[in-house]
């Protein structure tokens, strides 16, 4: 057994077979590193085995972690061996993940050696290739809607599933024409919050991240702001809420970050806001901002000097307006009905409140009309004991709730 520092190991996207990682997996293996079995790697530090567990090494902010090295003499070896793992123990490859190997496979490799690699049944294997045109048609098709759903570019998606333009434009032609559902059906376990205080009891969110906000705020948003498949583009996406709750409430989403959280890292996209919107963004129907709260996050998400969080009051407040008059610049004529949202709440520096909801509205309110406000209270674990008594002790009241500011274009004036 060696070790090896998280950022040396390789993991090819290409050749791991578990496609869908599992971010609540990996936070609960953060949560207790020191009962994980090692990982198991190539002699070129190829990831074989273990990618939850890796990344939850990257999460805790390990510098090391323990590694098996099994030399592999081929790609095809490689790949067959990392199927073979997964198939047998730890987090397992799922019956679909087995299915879609076994067709790969299909007519290429000797059926004994497929299902020994598979721990499947002759019986099953004759069963799954029996239709695999058919399945194979339905692969594409998901993975053309799951691109397409998260605003991957028609060049991307052509090059990534081999089809022509043409073809392409067709292909989600029908996928948007299949998957028209009402909101009555999308939103039928929902119930959605009636006045202007939107009070949630305690964040339910998958992956715990600094900042993180009760999803319930976003279903809020979608339900009162947004028609199924509009785009929502959120630029401080790192715990990876918006991806969790447009995907059920089938809404399109472009999200990025400056630092993701390493559990969503193949999801959201790298990008630092400051420097302006992502050429590849698609015109955005809801803006949703929820940016570091200034000095209250200094250092929480990382020590980059253009941190929203690190940098001063004057530069922080001038991105916030760059960012209004960047996307109505963005919506053009062509989005009547979008909306910009932005949650801030306040927060007290050196002994004085900062009132950065306000100040953040006379930024925004230079570029877009003032909708509505929403007070979000927060939970009332916000603030620890220590915090309570010394507000005793000096006669302070403390802050409870956050601003919800919905903004749009007047139209009225032209603006």
Same mark, same amino acid.
């Given at each position: 057994m060696?070790? @090896?520092?998280?950022?040396?190991?390789?993991?090819?996207?290409?050749?791991?077979?578990?496609?869908?990682? *599992?971010?609540?997996?990996?936070?609960?293996?953060? *949560?207790? %590193?020191? #009962?994980?079995?090692?990982? =198991?790697?190539?002699?070129?530090n190829v990831l074989i085995d273990g990618y939850h567990r890796w990344r939850a090494h990257q999460m805790a902010g390990a510098e090391s972690l323990c590694v098996t090295v099994t030399p592999t003499a081929s790609e095809a070896e490689l790949l067959m061996l990392a199927v073979s793992r997964n198939a047998t123990h730890g987090l397992q490859l799922s019956t679909e993940d087995k299915r879609r190997y076994a067709l790969r496979w299909w007519n290429v490799l000797p059926e004994a050696q497929i299902?020994? $690699?598979?721990?499947?049944?002759?019986?099953?294997?004759?069963?799954? $290739?029996?239709?695999?045109? =058919? &399945?194979?048609?339905?692969?594409?098709t998901a993975d053309i809607r799951a691109r397409w759903l998260r605003c991957e570019s028609p060049e991307t998606i052509a090059a990534a599933t081999g089809l022509e333009p043409r073809t392409l434009e067709r292909r989600i032609a029908e996928i948007r024409q299949n998957g028209q559902m009402t909101d009555l059906t999308l939103f039928r376990d929902f119930s959605p919050e009636l006045y202007n205080i939107w009070s949630f009891s305690k964040a339910t969110n998958t992956v715990r991240h600094f900042g993180n906000v009760p999803p319930e705020i976003l279903d809020n948003l979608l339900y009162y702001y947004t028609q199924p498949f509009d785009v929502v583009f959120d630029p401080f996406a790192g715990g990876g809420m918006t991806i969790d709750v447009c995907q059920q409430r089938q809404r399109r989403y472009y999200v990025s970050d400056l630092t993701p959280t390493p559990a969503r890292i193949p999801e959201i996209r790298q990008w630092d806001i400051a420097q302006g919107l992502p050429e590849d963004l698609p015109?955005?129907?809801?803006?949703?901002?929820?940016?570091?709260?200034?000095?209250?996050?200094?250092? &929480?998400?990382?020590? &980059?000097?253009?941190? %929203?969080?690190?940098?001063?009051?004057?530069?922080?407040?001038? $991105?916030i307006g760059?960012?209004?008059?960047?996307?109505?610049r963005k919506w053009g004529a062509s989005r009547p009905h979008a909306r910009l949202a932005l949650l801030m709440g306040m927060l007290k520096?050196?002994?004085?409140? #900062?009132?950065?909801?306000?100040?953040?509205?006379?930024?925004?309110? @230079?570029?877009?009309? %003032?909708?509505?406000?929403? &007070?979000?209270?927060?939970? $009332?674990?916000?603030?620890?004991g220590q915090f309570v008594q010394r507000a005793k002790d000096h006669r302070e009241c403390l802050y409870l709730f956050r601003d919800l500011l919905v903004f749009k274009r007047d139209t009225e004036k032209g603006l």
């Open positions: 060696e070790t @090896r520092k998280p950022e040396e190991i390789v993991w090819r996207e290409d050749l791991y077979p578990r496609l869908k990682p *599992d971010a609540g997996k990996i936070q609960s293996y953060a *949560d207790d %590193l020191a #009962v994980l079995p090692p990982i =198991e790697v190539n002699q070129d299902c020994a $690699t598979l721990s499947i049944t002759d019986r099953t294997f004759r069963r799954w $290739t029996k239709g695999k045109r =058919e &399945q194979q048609e339905a692969d594409l015109v955005p129907d809801l803006v949703f901002l929820d940016p570091p709260y200034w000095r209250q996050a200094a250092g &929480q998400y990382s020590d &980059q000097p253009n941190d %929203l969080a690190n940098v001063s009051l004057e530069v922080f407040l001038k $991105t760059d960012i209004a008059k960047a996307v109505k520096t050196e002994g004085a409140m #900062v009132d950065l909801p306000w100040l953040c509205y006379t930024e925004i309110a @230079r570029y877009l009309h %003032l909708e509505m406000r929403y &007070q979000v209270p927060y939970s $009332t674990q916000v603030h620890g």
